[in-house]
């Protein structure tokens, strides 16, 4: 009912940017959460970044807070993440999801982020 696929991943020095995109469609259009968790290389599980509420709130991951900022378009079509000040330890495949009313979350396929110099 959903699909999501990212964009905007790659290679950035350390001290970089990069923005990540969130392409959503489907039948489903309303969301209780849209965000982002990563998994780091030889990492077992995702760990959270940062979502937004229906309502707009934005909520970070504690590694995160004050380099990255998630915002979406007001149809929901899209969600975004801005990363700032990027550190070595931000090398993971990044993940998008969303958490519908009603409905099973649904993800992404993923896009890898590498920070090195």
């Known amino acids: 009912q959903v699909q999501l696929v990212e964009s905007g991943g790659g290679l950035v020095q350390p001290g970089g940017s990069l923005e990540l995109s969130c392409a959503v469609s489907?039948?489903?259009?309303?969301?209780?959460?849209m965000g982002w968790y990563r998994q780091a290389p030889g990492g077992d599980e995702r760990k959270f970044v940062a979502?937004?509420?229906?309502?707009?709130?934005?909520i970070y991951g504690d590694s995160v807070k004050g380099r990255f900022t998630i915002s979406r378009d007001s149809a929901k079509t899209t969600v975004y993440l801005q990363m700032n000040n990027l550190k070595p330890e931000d090398t993971a495949v990044y993940y998008c999801?969303?958490?519908?009313?009603?409905?099973?979350?649904?993800w992404g396929q993923g896009t890898q982020v590498t920070v090195s110099s």
């Open positions: 999801y969303v958490d519908p009313f009603g409905a099973e979350s649904a």
């Open positions: 489907g039948l489903i259009t309303n969301f209780k959460y």
């Open positions: 979502t937004i509420t229906t309502n707009g709130l934005p």
